[in-house]
């Protein structure tokens, strides 16, 4: 299991997410109850739809690399993966038009390289696949 290079790149890509809940992907500036501007970092706690599906995804990301028996149901759960990746993604931009001032954090970066890790996983699953079909050619 641990010796397939998928497996690394899943185990990298759940990582990534779990740290979404710890490191900030955009601050800036709203809007308060009495009219004051206030600062906000904006990690995936902050919104209760990032928060599940980043949860999620953590957890889809680290149950693929037990599904090393099974590649074909692997790397749909990878795809999985990266649907879902990209749609948090997403929803962060679309939570940072909220906000009347917002920047990019540099830990934004690691919510960005789920999908990156997921594809490579993907791409790891799919060499195995390509090399059992044609060890099974030549039995």
């Known amino acids: 299991m641990i010796q397939r ?3 690394v790149w899943l ?17 800036g500036n709203t809007i308060a109850a009495d009219k004051s501007k206030v600062f906000k970092d904006f990690t995936a706690t902050s919104n209760l739809l990032i928060l599940v ?9 680290l149950m693929a690399i037990f599904l090393y ?7 749909q759960t990878i795809w999985a993966a ?3 990746s990209i749609l948090i ?5 679309m939570e940072a038009q ?6 990019y954090n540099l830990t934004a ?4 390289a789920v999908p990156v890790f997921a594809m490579l996983a993907a791409r790891g699953v799919s060499k195995d696949q390509k090399l059992v079909k044609s060890l099974d050619r030549l039995r």
Do not use: C, D, M, P
Not at 11 to 27: C, N, P, W, Y
Not at 89 to 93: A, D
Not at 109 to 112: A, F, K, N
């Open 5 to 7: 290079i998928q497996s």
């Open 11 to 27: 185990l990298l890509a759940s990582v990534a997410t779990l740290l979404g809940f710890r490191f900030a992907f955009f601050s």
């Open 53 to 61: 599906l980043t949860a999620a995804l953590g957890l889809i990301a």
């Open 69 to 75: 028996k099974n590649r074909k149901l692997q790397l």
């Open 82 to 84: 990266i649907v879902l």
């Open 89 to 93: 993604i997403g929803l962060y931009y």
């Open 98 to 103: 909220k906000f009347i001032e917002s920047r």
């Open 109 to 112: 970066v690691v919510t960005l």
